[in-house]
């Protein structure tokens, strides 16, 4: 049996970073890869001659570790189009011209949306990213949903339904009331304020020429022949010494074994001994929340002509946000919407020929019947592959964080844990990967 210092089961970014910087170190590492691709929940597909990001695209100016890696490989990045005004649809679906980050609402609900941005800015404030459970107030922001919590901060429903949206549909991409505030902290803290998950044009800054799964591309390359794929791992066994892994009926041994999948797939393979029983139910309280990125091509931009710069948000409509997500240097235009959690489901169980009606007929409440023509209509579908399962990421039910959050982070014999859905600073996305890659690798160096 061929042995390794460390196995990495998983080729996303968290895997690879870690395998990286082990080999780097003169490591022998083994990457095993169930997908016949690396990159995981990075991915980009060609449709009718245009490239397209089915997954992560977006990179913000506090993601630093991610930045820096970009800069390592040596990859570029351009500017999200932001150029003229943004479009607020309201309740009426009646689409409101607005510039800068205030809505176009009544001034007293622009006063409690500010209001309550600076209510979660002090909570996030106050909190370590990557110790939630040690935050002031953890356990009694973690023992109510987001959706009770914000209800008792405000009367104004506009103002509640459009916070609602930054943190459920556009984040966590989960209903607010199936999350704790303590989550919602979380998630603001990890992007340094809840101000900068609110301001579109700091969040969404920048992208990756070529798409953001060069990264996992650039890091597989380096590791040449040490990254395995169509190798799905179904059983780690362990003891205090080390470990065996099982792969397509092979074994091979490993002095450390890093498992960089979401928590909701540690289940996945079996592990003999068992997982103590808190690290079993730590991962059996997390799930993933689900949205359908639809990305629609036009013949031109022709929302810029008009004035627009592409973004939009709507509280109420099936596309809560959509943004120009033009391709680097194409003369065709791209818009991109999302639609989230419970209106994902409703999505879901329509015929595809509906349900891209249905999400064209939104993109029409903002841009007009001019969205109902694009060229090319692309949806990421996360949901029916069973080795991602959802989208963007994974995230406790209420009030698991404080009972169980510490333990995702506790290796097990020679087994350690991580991705993005763990991370601190960058939690749920491509930056909280690099992160903990970087983390889990220098952890297995020290010890
Ligand atoms: P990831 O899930 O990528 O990797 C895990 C790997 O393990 C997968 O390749 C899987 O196949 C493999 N695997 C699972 N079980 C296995 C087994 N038993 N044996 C072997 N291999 C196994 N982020 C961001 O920064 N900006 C953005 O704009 C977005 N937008 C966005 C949109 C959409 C639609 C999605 C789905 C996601 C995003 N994200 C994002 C989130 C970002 O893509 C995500 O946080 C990281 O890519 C996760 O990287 P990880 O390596 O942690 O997990």
Redesign the pocket.
Known sequence: MKSYDTVV?????????AAWRLAEAGQDVLV????D??????RTEDHNGSDF????????PD?EA?IALLDELGLATYSRFRDGDSLYVDRTRTARRFTGEDLPVEEQTGKEIDRLIGVIDDLAAQMDPDRPWEHPQAAELDRVSFAQWLDAQTTDDEARDNIALYLGPAMLTKPTHSFSALTAVLMSASAGSFSHLVDADFI?DKRVVGG?ASV?AALAARLGDRVRLS????HVAWDDEGAVVT?DGEQVGARNVVL???PT?VR??RITPGLPAEHRHAREHQSFGL?I?AQVEYDTPFWRSAGLSGTGFGPWELVHEVYDNTLHGKETGTLVGFVSDVNADAMGRLPADERRAAILQSLAAYFGDAALTPRTYVE?D?QHQE??G????TSFDVGSLTRWGAKLHEPVGPIRF????V?GL?F??????VR??TRLARNILGS
């Not at 691709?37 to 990075?42: D, E, I, K, P, Q």
């Not at 991580?418 to 859905?421: A, H, Q, T």
């Not at 749920?428 to 990967?433: E, L, M, S, T, Y």
């Open positions: 089961v998983g080729a996303g970014v968290t895997g690879l970073t095993l890869e169930a997908r691709r690396v990159g995981g929940r990075l990001e089915i997954g992560g695209q977006w990179v913000s993601q991610l969404l953001l996992p190798a799905d791992v179904t792969v960089a999948l979401p797939h996945r393979i949205v990125k990421s996360w080795l991602t959802g989208a963007y990421a991580g991705s993005s859905d991370a960058g749920q996305h491509v930056d909280g990967a903990m890659g």
